[in-house]
């Protein structure tokens, strides 16, 4: 079995809530991967003010999945990539999206 080097922070969760530093809602995804620098969902839907703060790459990200926080993402930058829809009330949905993070810290786990 081949391990991961130094440093890398792989992982992958279900049922995931990302929160910004005041505890508000950016988005809701069905599944989420973590692998080093980089970040994937599936099946997100994302805020109004999510999308627009998460697209710029500068925000710090608490991801909560199970109830518990289970990772602190820096630098979050998203990009929607498939099936990307803009509803009334100003959500987007997504059946994909994938971003680049600077820093990642385990939390929890």
């Not at 710029?56 to 099936?83: D, K, N």
Request: hydrophobic share 35%.
């Amino acid at each position: 079995m081949r391990r991961a080097k130094q440093g890398t922070h792989n992982a992958g969760y279900r049922q995931v809530t990302l929160l910004d530093r005041r505890g508000r809602v950016l988005a809701y995804a069905d599944s989420l991967a973590v692998s080093d620098r980089t970040i994937g969902f599936m099946r997100a839907s994302f805020s109004p003010m999510g999308i627009d703060r998460l697209s710029a790459g500068r925000e710090r990200v608490t991801v909560i999945s199970g109830g518990r926080v289970v990772r602190v993402l820096h630098g979050l930058r998203i990009t929607i990539h498939t099936g990307g829809k803009r509803s009334r009330d100003g959500t987007w949905t997504c059946e994909a999206a994938i971003g680049t993070i600077s820093g990642v810290r385990r939390r929890g786990v």
